[in-house]
T-cell receptor, first 114, second 120 residues
Framework: DTGVSQDPRHKITKRGQNVTFRCDPISEHNRLYWYRQTLGQGPEFLTYFQNEAQLEKSRLLSDRFSAERPKGSFSTLEIQRTEQGDSAMYLC????????????FGPGTRLTVL | AQKVTQAQTEISVVEKEDVTLDCVYETRDTTYYLFWYKQPPSGELVFLIRRNSFDEQNEISGRYSWNFQKSTSSFNFTITASQVVDSAVYFC?????????????????FGTGTLLAIQP
């Protein structure tokens, strides 16, 4: 099995621009999660999908953030009108099947907003 | 409230010493899972162990061992005979009961991590 992949690995953008990140989960994993990690902190949950259904969203996910998983495979996380406070590592994780409980993480996308 | 506390921000030991990383959690759920992840300098979180709330048996995997005590809400991690390659940030995490799917878990609640530096 290949692991969770994320693209891009690094993104530098100017404040006010929109950015989109992609996550490809491990094949046949039907749960997919997004987390955000800032320097010196643990990852914080943003949202998760069971197949294509978005089942939970954190209060951290402001209106400028949107996540999709249209066909239940890869997912995208879009941030509109980026702010400097959005600078962080965005981590994606997937878990094998409904009912299981181990999440496997990708390498993350590091976002820098200038 | 659900919370994980890792009070040790940084630990530095000399290679071959034993080291214990502390983790204290808070939850009102009776069913939950606890995890440890390793984050090396490359940044990718590596899964180490999962424990469910009904299994208080300690676990040993090579040089790694975990001590789960519900009475003190702790899930501590010990590395025996540490090596330089163990240097990383270690995170403890809690996953509450998922009411959507009868016991499956959803989000992970992480502590702030412990930076472990093993000196040669």
């Amino acid at each position: 099995d290949t692991g969770v992949s994320q693209d891009p690995r690094h993104k530098i953008t100017k404040r006010g621009q929109n950015v989109t990140f992609r996550c490809d989960p491990i094949s046949e994993h039907n749960r997919l999660y997004w987390y955000r990690q800032t320097l010196g902190q643990g990852p914080e949950f943003l949202t998760y999908f069971q197949n294509e259904a978005q089942l939970e969203k954190s209060r951290l996910l402001s209106d400028r953030f949107s996540a999709e998983r249209p066909k239940g495979s890869f997912s995208t996380l879009e941030i509109q009108r980026t702010e400097q406070g959005d600078s962080a590592m965005y981590l994606c994780a997937s878990s094998p099947r409904r009912g299981t409980d181990t999440q496997y993480f990708g390498p993350g996308t590091r976002l820098t907003v200038l | 409230a659900q919370k994980v506390t890792q009070a040790q921000t940084e630990i530095s030991v000399v290679e071959k010493e034993d080291v214990t990383l502390d983790c204290v959690y808070e939850t009102r759920d009776t069913t939950y899972y606890l995890f440890w992840y390793k984050q090396p300098p490359s940044g990718e979180l590596v899964f180490l162990i999962r424990r469910n709330s009904f299994d208080e048996q300690n676990e040993i995997s090579g040089r790694y061992s975990w001590n789960f005590q519900k009475s003190t809400s702790s899930f501590n991690f010990t590395i025996t005979a540490s090596q330089v390659v163990d240097s990383a940030v270690y995170f403890c995490a809690l996953s509450p009961n998922d009411m959507n799917y009868g016991g499956a878990t959803n989000k992970l609640i992480f502590g702030t991590g412990t930076l472990l530096a093993i000196q040669p």
